[in-house]
């Protein structure tokens, strides 16, 4: 990711700032705060390591009225009318409503579930247990793909 920030020749120090950030579905620290920032340190100077990359884990359970309670809120949100944020809104009834919006969330799900699916398949495969139009029966994929997963020529 670095050296896509750089030009040649020029210093490590010029590196802009990176934000990792974990949305998570629980207070993973289980502490009751909103977020968590996580920096580096040195363990052997007790000096922070100061390299410009920063963490982020952010409590997707916290609910207050604060900006970050009601953007988790939203977060979790099945109807656009009960979030809190125009943006979000907006978003969330162009993916549910509009017809253009439900396509391309259709096809994001198909495609995940088709990974999905190729990757047990290639479990199934890789167990050399299961006969191939068993794997296409449970996978739900054609056998042919099957087929070609396992490198067997098709008829």
């Known amino acids: 990711m670095d050296i896509e920030n750089l030009d040649a020749g020029q210093d490590f120090d010029e590196l802009p700032d990176t934000y990792t950030i974990f949305v998570t579905e629980h207070d993973v620290f289980s502490r009751g705060k909103p977020f968590y920032r996580v920096e580096r340190i040195n363990l052997d100077l007790d000096e922070p390591f100061d390299d ?3 963490i982020l884990y952010v409590n997707g359970a916290y609910r207050d009225d604060s900006d970050i309670g009601k953007l988790m809120h939203d977060f979790s949100c099945w109807d656009p009318d009960d979030m809190n944020f125009e943006l979000l809104k907006n978003a969330a009834r162009y993916y549910k409503e509009n017809p253009e919006g439900v396509e391309i969330m259709c096809k ?3 495609e995940t579930r088709n990974e999905k699916a190729i990757r047990i398949a290639k479990n199934m495969i890789e167990l050399n247990q299961f006969p191939l139009d068993l794997i296409a029966q449970v996978t739900e994929l054609p ?4 087929q070609e997963l396992a490198g067997k020529k098709t008829a």
Do not use: I, M, Q, S
Not at 143 to 146: A, G, N, S, Y
């Open 52 to 54: 410009g990359e920063h």
């Open 108 to 110: 994001a799900f198909e």
């Open 143 to 146: 056998l042919e793909k099957v």
